[in-house]
């Protein structure tokens, strides 16, 4: 009777690492990445590093859109991913000086998913939102365009789809915003 339970023991322990053997060599691997990262974001150098967190697994990145330090009202560029929306940034010139928080409460209701919380940093000039970032500068005495529209501030604006849940990139997301203010500040004289 005692080898009865050893064999049944042992086909047990048997039956019991070939499950956990199969389950560990089945795992799916990691989606990777095919496409080459950018190192600037809409013509201002961010690097590759910072980029990193919010640019999804796939195979095909496309880019569209205006550099930010062209000079105009408002510019700005998205990027795709197997022609899915991943990541927009942008820049708005301002005839008023609009806070972080009031842009971001305004972002957040158009694009937060419901979620319409709003953290702003300690300087009052950055603020995130459930799907992105926005940061505020003073741009005085910049001349009007064209268009004779005032600037008095300027705003930088990313809007991001991945990953679906920032609150674990936010110190990256706020390290890159403060990344593009001086390139836009510096290529319209602010």
């Known amino acids: 009777m005692a080898d009865r339970y ?24 990691k989606p990777e990445v095919a496409y080459t990262l950018p190192d600037t974001l ?13 640019f999804p697994p796939g195979s095909k990145l496309t880019h ?22 991943t990541l927009l940034v942008s820049n708005f010139f301002h005839e008023d000086r609009p806070t972080a928080r009031q842009i971001a409460e305004k972002r957040a209701t158009d694009y937060g998913d419901g979620d319409k919380k709003v953290t702003v940093d300690a300087t009052g000039n950055i603020a995130l939102y459930s799907r992105g970032a926005v940061a505020v500068e003073a741009c005085p005495g910049y001349t009007s365009d064209a268009d004779g529209l005032p600037r008095k501030s300027f705003s930088v604006e990313i809007l991001t789809y991945y990953p679906k849940d920032l609150s674990k990139s936010e110190k990256a997301l706020t390290q890159l915003v403060k990344q593009l203010v001086p390139a836009v500040k510096k290529a319209n004289g602010c």
């Open 42 to 54: 809409c013509g201002a150098h961010v690097g590759k590093k910072a980029v990193e967190p919010f």
């Open 6 to 29: 050893s064999s049944r023991r042992m086909g047990c322990a048997v039956l019991s690492a070939t499950a956990l053997l199969l389950t560990a060599c089945s795992g799916e691997e």
């Open 64 to 85: 569209t859109g205006d550099a930010l330090d062209n000079g105009k009202y408002a510019s700005g560029c998205d990027y795709a991913v197997d022609n899915a929306k």
